[in-house]
């Protein structure tokens, strides 16, 4: 089912008069006709969504982030500071000094979101530039998000839609640039949809589930313009966008730390669009972990792959979402609610994925080692994990210096790849701890042939193939070995590793991934993915001028440029999340 979101644009009132009225909690004329498509005549004020920022307040910005979980309605006891580290220093004063309006030295005009463009000193930047302006979609006059890809060469599918995953790098290139009015108006837009009944079959979906994506149909005879979204229920395989909720919250978040206006997270609407994500996730259930349970294909991995259980770019994309719902949220009586819900279920998470998900060399090796089926409080190998399940190639991958969190942890089950969102997302949401956070880049760096080898980066590594990849993937032809999401390597994730080489003090490592990635990217088309073991081969069926590789690099470049943009999209160490993680040998081998 498709859900229509009609906007009667010019004179279309007549239309309207053999349908039902009624009037939602936000103040909008919600109209359902006959055929059961939903039609929506919205009453908000779209002038007011191309206002520049208006009273950016550099002290209000300062201390936007500064709520931590000492505030918080628990009664928490404060944290000893911490050890000394240099780790978050420089980006904790990156976070102070950070100018909201200041746009990168490498921009194009503020034309109106036109195509018109200026002398650029870095031809691959204009041209990036110019792809991403003329991915824009416009509603009603106002730019609302970019379309996938701009690639008329192939068959359509969904790649002419605005994808709420795809957007966030447009969005943050945007936002780096000093021009938020896109983004205000994505997120305003996705929330209206959000706010329709969503239906697949006969089944209901939560109130607080995000579309995966949407586009609009323009009828020239009628004159209007009409919002059609897709939660899942046309996707192929009718996957479930877990993510996109998920990615809604850090997005506002990223709009209200770099412009400094608090008021649109404050608006009653987006508060109560977080609150109905929240519910869904945080809602009480049969779970004897703090982690989400998917589906599978629920993310970026939109296909069978077995990603279902516990993966974790869910895992953290949580994390780091509940993280920024607790500064975003007003701390009035429903909000309070949350706030404490969402204390606790950071305090659990961060506890199960450092001590559970973490893998590094002493890990592994007590894993090698570990006895079955053991009962009771006392079990060391408390998930029931065969040792026999441990695969080859992860005895030669794993460095001596070096760790990354796992795909997947679920009873009697171990999902050793590697996942590249996931990790940069750890890292950002400081989910993984300083040493995590190091770990992971030392193994990015020793790991360099595998993981980046000629572009930047496997998806998730290594490849599934044979027998496991029928069991696994169903015998998807377009998820054949070192293909597409399986050990395919996505230009996109350039923009994640940047963020994550600055945040740990590393950016030589994102330059050389970006050097690999500007010797090719442009030259080819600005493909969605590349194949082979080493990304050498433009992707079966990539396609070109994909919105996200193009958005990624220019975010990319921008960090490295200026690395206080980091601020928007990162979160500072919490201390109070600080609580000891186990030690390996004491709690997995003693
Ligand atoms: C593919 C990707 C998905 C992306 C979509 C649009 O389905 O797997 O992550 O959102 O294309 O680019």
Known sequence: MWVYLELARMSTLSRLSNLSTDVSQNGCIKTVDSS????ELEDFDFSKLSDRPQNLNLERQRSFDERSLTEMPMGLSPHPPSRAENFNRAFDNLDSVFSPVKRSGYTTPLSQYGFGMSCEPNPMIAEAWENLRRSLVYFRGQPVG???????????????QVFVRDFVPSALAFLMNGEPEIVKNFILKTLRLQSWEKKIDRFQLGEGVMPASFKVLHDPARNTETLIADFGESAIGRVAPVDSGFWWIILLRAYTKSTGDTSLAERPECQRGMR????????????TFPTLLCADGCCMIDRRMGVYGYPIEIQTLFFMALRCAMVLLKHDAQGKEFLERIVKRLHALSYHMRSYFWLDMKQLNDIY???TEEYSHTAVNKFNVMPDSLPEWIFDFMPMLGGYFIGNVGPSKMDFRWFCLGNCIAILSSLATHEQATAIMDLIESRWEELVGDMPLKVCYPAIESHEWRIVTGCDPKNTRWSYHNGGS?????????????KTGRPQIARRAIELVESRLSKDGWPEYYDGKHGRYIGKQARKYQTWSIAGYLVAKMMIEDPSHLGMIALEEDKHLKQPVLKRSASWTT
């Open 490 to 502: 996505w230009p996109v994730l350039l923009w994640l590793l940047t963020a994550a080489c600055i």
């Open 276 to 287: 109905l994500i929240l519910s869904l996730c945080l809602s009480e259930g049969f779970d």
């Open 369 to 371: 080692r570990f006895k």
């Open 146 to 160: 970019t379309i996938a890809a701009f690639d008329n060469s192939d068959e359509k599918l969904n790649y002419d």
């Open 36 to 39: 059961s498509n939903v039609v």
